[in-house]
């Protein structure tokens, strides 16, 4: 059989029918159009993750400040040098006690028997740019200020939790909590901490009033940097803090977040693809059964074509061609929906559209191949008919 005369024969068998024939490609179409969307919404989504995972985890730098016996390696003033430094975003020192010796705090003197009325908590001194460095915010009342710190008033802020466990939510009476045999002023409450989620149980104390506590030393540096600025600022801290003994400082990167983002952006489009394999598969059970049931409704043609001579092949191949033909206009049809939806959804989210060009070239054949298998059974049960029975 000439394959100019098969190829004629399964285009007019696919034309013959085009109400069956729209019916089967739709199920290509859908297949195809959904694996194209799904992969197209996935690396979308991944880039908009993968963004926000390097804004939150990318910028921030722990400088571990040991203790010395020479005096101390980095001064209270040093964070404030290191906002002249391009690239970073806030910096602030912090000054506890090594082992996180708690303190008992209270938040009144009267002794009540039937609740607990002390806590032991960790005192910790730091700057006034606290609040930016941890990236959190004052929910209550206000943080000291350099003010604060000259005058040596005896304030505090709570962390969120810290508050919560001596009984402190409103300021508007002035509330105070005793450390030892002091009275604090507290005049704030800090919350959402992204990052020392520790300090969320925690009595932060000007550096002044941190003295009083043995917290004289500044024992850590937090710097957020702006985004891909932390490896560089990361090599300048050690200088900026302390030119002479910068070596002795512990520099505490973020990790690279290239195989944690690789890692995330790969379970998301390996979840989506199953999604749209599945529904590719869904396609080719709808062209299976429908070229099933044209077999069934076209058995007279077959036997004709058995009794004028055509060998089981020919039958097969021509069902064969026909299917992967409709897969293969399904599979044109459906990445081209496909990338339409994708620029459609990122439109409407305001997203970066990301799509990879290789699906997209490879739908038409991937719908052909999908056509092809489905109609591998039908060519088989068609090609198998013997042309007595067929045309009985």
Request: charged share 15%.
């Amino acid at each position: 059989m000439d394959p100019r005369d098969l190829w004629a024969e399964a285009v007019a068998g696919v034309l013959a029918r085009p109400l069956r024939t729209a019916l089967t490609t739709l199920g290509t179409v859908l297949g195809i159009a959904t694996l194209v969307i799904t992969l197209g919404v996935a690396a979308t989504a991944g880039n908009r993750i993968v963004g926000r995972f390097d804004e939150l985890t990318a910028t921030a730098i722990t400088v571990e400040v040991p203790r010395s016996e020479d005096g101390p390696l980095v001064g209270w003033d040093a964070p404030a040098e290191l906002t002249r430094l391009r690239g970073v975003a806030s910096a602030a020192a912090v000054a506890q006690n090594e082992g996180d010796t708690d303190l008992t705090v209270t938040a009144n003197r009267l002794v009540d028997p039937t609740r607990v009325t002390g806590r032991n908590l960790a005192v910790v001194a730091a700057t006034v740019d606290l609040p930016a460095a941890v990236r959190g915010h004052v929910s209550a009342g206000r943080f000291y200020d350099e003010g604060h710190v000259r005058r040596g008033d005896r304030v505090v802020v709570l962390g969120a939790d810290a508050a919560r466990m001596l009984g402190v939510s409103r300021l508007a009476d002035g509330p105070a909590v005793f450390i030892g045999e002091r009275a604090y002023s507290v005049i704030g409450i800090l919350s959402g901490l992204g990052r020392d989620q520790a300090l969320s149980t925690a009595v932060i104390v000007p550096p002044g009033i941190g003295a009083h506590f043995g917290l004289k030393d500044v024992t850590r540096v937090l710097v957020n940097t702006h985004l891909g600025a932390a490896g560089l600022i990361a090599g300048q801290l050690p200088r900026a803090l302390n030119p002479a003994r910068g070596a002795e400082l512990h520099v505490i990167t973020p990790p690279s977040p290239t195989r944690a983002r690789d890692a995330v952006q790969g379970d998301v489009n390996g979840l989506f693809l199953v999604l749209g394999l599945v529904s590719l598969v869904v396609g080719a059970v709808g062209i299976a059964n429908v070229t099933l049931v044209t077999v069934l409704e076209r058995i007279s043609e077959i036997g004709l074509r058995r009794a004028l001579g055509a060998a089981r092949r020919h039958i097969a191949a021509q069902f064969l061609v026909e299917s992967t033909l409709i897969g293969l206009t399904g599979g044109v049809i459906g990445a081209s929906v496909g990338v339409v939806a994708v620029v459609a959804v990122a439109a409407v989210r305001q997203w970066t559209p990301v799509l990879d060009i290789t699906p997209v070239l490879a739908a038409p054949v991937a719908g052909a191949l999908v056509g092809l298998l489905a109609g591998l059974y039908p060519a088989l049960r068609a090609a198998r008919m013997e042309p007595v029975d067929a045309l009985r």
